[in-house]
């Protein structure tokens, strides 16, 4: 679990925003163009109006494209224990995980996956709700390394260490 010292150190994270389509368009980009093909995926999502739909409008876009949808698995911003979340998003063994969430609760359950679990970051997308800089100073060292994700522009950014990166949609230079 992540400290209150902690939380405090970092001030108030962000709730998610309604996602976009070009932010859409953009997570569907990074798995296509991950290395070996990504067929199924498991999508966790926070239990806030904003992330519910990002999980389901990603759903209905990826199963358009063939694609198979393993679980869906939400949970709440404060638990006792993120185990079980974790342990349902990694069951099925997917080819990629799809994150629609808070940073705060996502925060914890990355914690947890890591540990935890199988979990690959370098194997996650995620909306533009997790790009925030203290994301990875609040998982802990590299528990994060290699996460991306998509901007509501269409941009995407991935986490290398303690650093957030963005990258400007195709075609504009930032």
Do not use: N
């Amino acid at each position: 679990m992540i400290r209150a010292e902690d939380l405090a150190a970092y001030g108030d994270l962000p709730s998610p925003a309604p996602h976009t389509a070009p932010e859409l368009d953009a997570l569907l980009s990074l798995l296509a163009s991950r290395k070996g093909r990504v067929e199924t995926v498991a999508i966790g999502h926070s239990r806030d109006t904003a992330s519910r739909d990002a999980a389901e409008a990603f759903a209905a876009a990826w199963k358009a494209r063939d694609g198979k949808v393993l679980t869906r698995v939400d949970w709440p911003e404060s638990a006792a224990s993120w185990l079980r979340p974790a342990r349902r998003l990694t069951a099925e063994e997917p080819d990629a995980w799809v994150m629609a969430a808070a940073p705060l609760g996502f925060a914890q359950l990355a914690r947890r996956l890591r540990h935890s679990t199988d979990w690959d970051p370098a194997r996650t997308v995620a909306f533009a709700a997790l790009k925030d800089s203290r994301l990875p100073a609040l998982t802990g060292p590299d528990t994060l390394h290699g996460l991306r994700g998509a901007t509501a522009e269409g941009g995407t950014w991935e986490v290398r260490r303690r650093w957030v990166t963005s990258y400007p949609p195709a075609g504009r230079s930032a």
